[in-house]
Structure formats: C-alpha cells, structure tokens
C-alpha cells in the first residue's frame, strides 16, 4: 500500500520544478475525450521531456505526473492509484480534474486498468513507456480504441540546431551558414538523440554504446527471450555494417547457414524484434502487388546516424539514412502518407517513393555529390523513369552543397529536377510537410 505522504511529498516537489526552461520538441499530439493520447518510441528519445514541455510554467499543479519507476510508487496495483488521485486532491481540492500524465506506465500490471478508469472518470491523459513494453499493437490490445497514438522519434536537425542554440530562418539560415554546416557533420556522425546532442563530446561515443547495449539487452533479448544470442548479435552487426543497403531472408540465410544452425524463421523473428525495438527500420519497395511488396528484397536504415559509429561508419549512407528518418518523421504526422523505394526491372533506383492514399506524390534521390556527369546522369535517368513508370512529376535530389533547378531531356524523357543541399532541405521539409495529393503545402 502507498504511504499517502510520500506521495505528496512526491507531487509538491514536482510542482516545485521549473518547467520554462524545458526544450519544446516539434511533434504536436491532440486530445479528445474518452481516449488516451499515447507516446511511443525508441528509448532516449525524449518522451518523458515532451510531457514536461505540455506543462503551463504558471500552473504546473493543475498537472498531476506519475513517474512509476519512482521509489515511491513501487509496488503498486491499479487500486492503489486512488490513493494517488486522494493525496493530489487534498494537496489541491480546487482543481477538479488535473491533467494525469502516466510515465513508464508499463511498471504497473494491469496498468490499462488505471486509464480506463480516468477516462471514465472524465480525465485527459497521457501516457508513456518504454518502447520494450508499450508498442504500439499493445497499447491498442489494452486500451481497444481509447487511445490516440503518436511516436516521438529523436531529433530532427531543425530541433538539434534548437537544442543548440542556432537560429536558422530566414536570413540567419546564411549568416550562421558555417555553424550550420559544422552542427550538420555533427549531427549525421554523432546522432540526434537529445541527451547526446547536449552531451561533451568526449563521451558522446560512452553514452551511444550505452544506448545501445539497453536497447538489445532489454527491448530484445529480454522481452524475447532469444536463445540464439549469437544470431542476434550477428544481425546486430550486419546492420550497422549494412544500413542504407538492400537485406533479405534469403540474403542472410545464404550468409549465415554456413557458420551457424539457424532457420529463415528465426532470422524473420529476430529482424522483426530489432524493428519493434525502434532499432532499425526496413523499407518496403513500391510494387503493385502485395505479392511482390513481400517477397521483395527491404532496405535497412538505423534509428540513429550515431549507431552507425560502432559499425561501417560511411557519410554517403549517413545522409541516405538522415533523409529516410525525415521523410518517416513527416509520414507519421501525415494522414494517408507512406514511403518506399522503386527499382525497374532494368536496374534503374530511386531512394524514397513518397505517396499518399495510394498517390505517388514525389521521388526523392540522395547523391552527395553530383560533379561526375556519369553519377549525375545515372541519377537524372532513374528520375525520369520513375518519373514516367509512376507518374509523378515532383523529382528532388538531396546533395551535400548542391542547390539548383534543371530542365532535363534524355533519351526522350523529359522533366525538372530540382537539386537541394541536405542542410536546406532537413531545414525546410518541416514547413513543405508531405505534398498532398492536390500539390497544396
């Protein structure tokens, strides 16, 4: 049973803190009554500071946080939240209904049970938690369509350069130009997770490892209970060696049978893990049939450019990477919305497909450097035919420094490319949003 003391000491102290100073991030959630607005994502990601940066500064105590990994919390049951609700409300008998935010809910069993209870009690509540027990599919399992559901990725550069303290609108966008370039090689080398955008530099590398080391002991192995550990570990290894390129079941079977008694199940169950983890994500190609959008070899990119540090480290698929995690930052926000890759049976690739309802809307290419005029006609043709296969006349190539618009003719294929450096285009795609299917912004 809770000692009802040690739970106001706990909400005065916490009303006692300074919220002015906590850095906004970009992700906008709503409310509606009668369901939960639910946060998900990667560990380190920042959930439990978003739920700081919701708090009024002025009023913070018409706000009632629960961190459930707290001492004073432990053990609890669902019925021991009265008692929580109790000592709020002798602390603050004016405030009717507080706003609850329920943080590391997945440290309570049956925890569901306490959030079906305030919403029916006419609450609004937020709810966050590791990634390794409140994914997505259990939170809609638990809360059967009381919930809203959002992921918090890590930063963006637009939110790094924030973090930073670096201005980059309009016309300070060029007189901070070489600290922007300078934050930029930082920020695909080290990463965007918020704690090491803030972190000295000498351990940046100790806290990333860290991270690291979590997320497979925890959000894995021991979630999963994986027996082949070994696998995992190889896999693990393959992706930060391998982000930004091709991967299939077969591939990896053909690449592991020879050293190790594995099946192309366990191989399927292990990657599936990784992905639920928010370690790596694998990108479907754009095909018409399912059949093909399956069997279909995916492409793999990290949670993190920093992770990358413990594998191949290669700035070319950094930036392929960086792009990725943007375009699936501005999807998730986006009604309708989803990304793939296209590749013609003759060879031709273009990175990122992005669609909505269905609607191919623009292609999108990383080349960082365009100067060859073989690499800048390869990606010109693989444009253009996507161009002409899909029916899409928006065509963007992210460069490192290029910025520029060309007409292009060749072969018979004709379109305008619009070339764009990545500093510009990562700082500018959070105003473009995802085109809608009317070309409006």
């Not at 979590?214 to 896999?235: A, W």
């Not at 099946?263 to 599936?272: D, V």
């Not at 365009?370 to 253009?384: G, M, N, Q």
Request: aromatic fraction near 12%; include cysteine; hydrophobic fraction near 40%.
């Amino acid at each position: 049973m809770l000692d009802r003391t040690l739970v106001k000491r706990y909400i005065v102290g916490f009303h006692e803190r300074d919220f002015s100073n906590v850095l906004p991030r970009e992700l906008e959630v709503r409310t509606l009554p009668g369901r939960a607005t639910v946060i998900v994502g990667p560990r380190r990601a920042g959930k439990t500071y978003y739920l700081f940066s919701l708090i009024d500064p002025e009023n913070p105590e018409k706000y009632l946080y629960v961190d459930f990994e707290h001492p004073v919390f432990h053990p609890m049951t669902p019925r021991d939240f009265i008692t929580v609700l109790d000592a709020y409300h002798e602390l603050y008998p004016e405030v009717k209904r507080p706003v609850v935010m329920l943080d590391e809910v997945q440290a309570v069993p049956d925890w569901e049970r306490i959030v079906r209870y305030l919403l029916d009690e006419g609450y609004t509540v937020y709810v966050t938690g590791s990634s390794s027990k409140l994914l997505s599919r259990e939170v809609a399992t638990h809360l059967r369509g009381r919930a809203l559901s959002y992921t918090l990725l890590p930063l963006s550069f637009r939110e790094f350069l924030a973090f930073r303290g670096v201005d980059f609108r309009g016309r300070d966008f060029y007189s901070n130009y070489t600290r922007i370039r300078r934050l930029l090689e930082e920020y695909l080398h080290y990463g965007a997770y918020p704690e090491v955008a803030l972190a000295p530099a000498d351990v940046r590398e100790a806290i990333l490892r860290d991270y690291l080391d979590v997320l497979i002991r925890r959000d894995v192995l021991e979630r999963h209970r994986v027996r082949n550990v070994y696998l995992l570990n190889e896999l693990l290894y393959f992706s930060l060696n391998g982000y930004s390129k091709y991967v299939s079941i077969d591939s990896l079977y053909r690449l592991f049978k020879g050293r190790l008694k594995v099946t192309k199940r366990t191989i399927a169950n292990y990657l599936s893990y990784l992905e639920e983890a928010f370690a790596l994500f694998l990108l479907r190609k754009l095909e018409p049939s399912t059949k093909g959008r399956i069997v279909a070899p995916r492409k793999l990119y990290l949670i993190d450019t920093g992770l990358a540090i413990f594998g191949a480290k290669d700035t070319s698929r950094d930036v392929e990477n960086a792009v990725f995690l943007e375009l699936l930052r501005r999807s998730l926000t986006t009604p309708g919305a989803e990304i793939g890759y296209w590749k013609s049976p003759s060879g031709h690739e273009v990175d990122f497909v992005v669609s909505r309802y269905g609607k191919v809307e623009e292609l999108v290419q990383v080349s960082i450097d365009l100067s060859e005029e073989k690499t800048r006609r390869r990606e010109f043709l693989a444009l253009l035919h996507a161009s002409k296969r899909l029916g899409c006349d928006r065509l963007t190539i992210v460069t490192l420094e290029e910025e520029d618009e060309v007409e292009v003719d060749l072969y018979g294929m004709k379109g305008r490319i619009r070339l764009v450096s990545l500093a510009g285009w990562l700082l500018g795609s959070g105003e473009e949003k995802l085109i809608s299917s009317k070309g409006e912004v």
